[in-house]
């Protein structure tokens, strides 16, 4: 376990970020999911009650997250910050944006003294925002590679564009597994995707959720949660892009560093 890095994962989504990074090599453990959105939490608690994600609380406000208390103890922070303040389907007000989050996960992660970042957020990023974001990571000391990644690269019948970026301490950098920790039901290369997924096929431990969820009174059927559902895929991360981005941005930076 001396290789093992523990993370924090800041509005989680479904996990799309800390599939990918296990497909690519990385052996991890979630200690902290911070999201806000109720049907979001529902699906984290089932994929955590069925074995498919690390067993760890579910903070619900990145206002409040106890950053203090992990000082020193999580080596990543992963983070699907909001794409609304950059989007080109919004109104693009930036940093005046309420829903403007990269200034407190900024300070969460001085706070609790990370290691690496790795980032995800829309193309409409680049014209709006991700200067800042580099330069502000650049300050607290991290090395930058950042990329447009999409999943029409790995094997999607759709392009969804995304912009990813990779951030890392030059004093310490992440350690890469040798060999991976065994968990049940993750795979371990990009040989072994099957995209996409059919009617009637089983389920995929790397796919979006397909499943329902429990409530209160018992099991609701998919079309009940059906405007939550199509938001979470619509905001989620492709494992398989989050895969590619992590390994093409980390050999980018060694490469810089040879």
């Not at 523990?6 to 799309?16: E, K, P, R, V």
């Not at 969460?108 to 502000?136: K, P």
Request: aromatic letters at 8%; one cysteine or more; a neutral charge.
């Amino acid at each position: 376990m001396d290789n093992t890095q523990n993370i924090i994962s800041f509005c989680t989504g479904y996990g799309g970020l800390e599939r990918g990074i296990r497909r690519a090599g990385m052996d991890v453990r979630t200690v902290c999911y911070c999201e806000r959105e109720t049907y979001v939490q529902a699906v984290l608690v089932k994929e955590i009650e069925e074995g498919r994600l690390d067993s760890a609380p579910i903070w619900t406000d990145l206002a409040t997250f106890p950053s203090a208390e992990f000082h020193g103890k999580v080596h990543g922070l992963t983070c699907g910050y909001p794409c609304q303040p950059f989007s080109s389907v919004g109104k693009r007000k930036g940093e005046n944006d309420p829903r403007h989050l990269w200034p407190r996960i900024r300070e969460h992660a001085r706070t609790i003294g990370v290691q690496w970042i790795f980032a995800e957020n829309v193309e409409g990023h680049i014209s709006l925002g991700l200067s800042t974001v580099i330069s502000d990571l650049e300050e607290d000391g991290f090395k930058c590679a950042w990329g447009i990644f999409s999943a029409e690269e790995v094997g999607a019948p759709h392009q969804r564009k995304r912009v990813y970026i990779l951030a890392h301490t030059a004093s310490r950098e992440p350690r890469e597994s040798q060999a991976r920790n065994g968990r049940e039901g993750i795979s371990g290369g990009s040989e072994e995707v099957r995209w996409p997924s059919r009617p009637g096929e089983s389920q995929h431990e790397w796919e979006p959720p397909r499943t329902t969820i429990t409530r209160l009174g018992g099991m609701s059927d998919g079309n009940t949660y059906r405007n939550q559902r199509l938001r979470l895929l619509g905001n989620g991360v492709v494992p398989q892009t989050a895969e590619l981005a992590w390994k093409t941005l980390w050999r980018k930076m060694n490469e810089d560093n040879d």
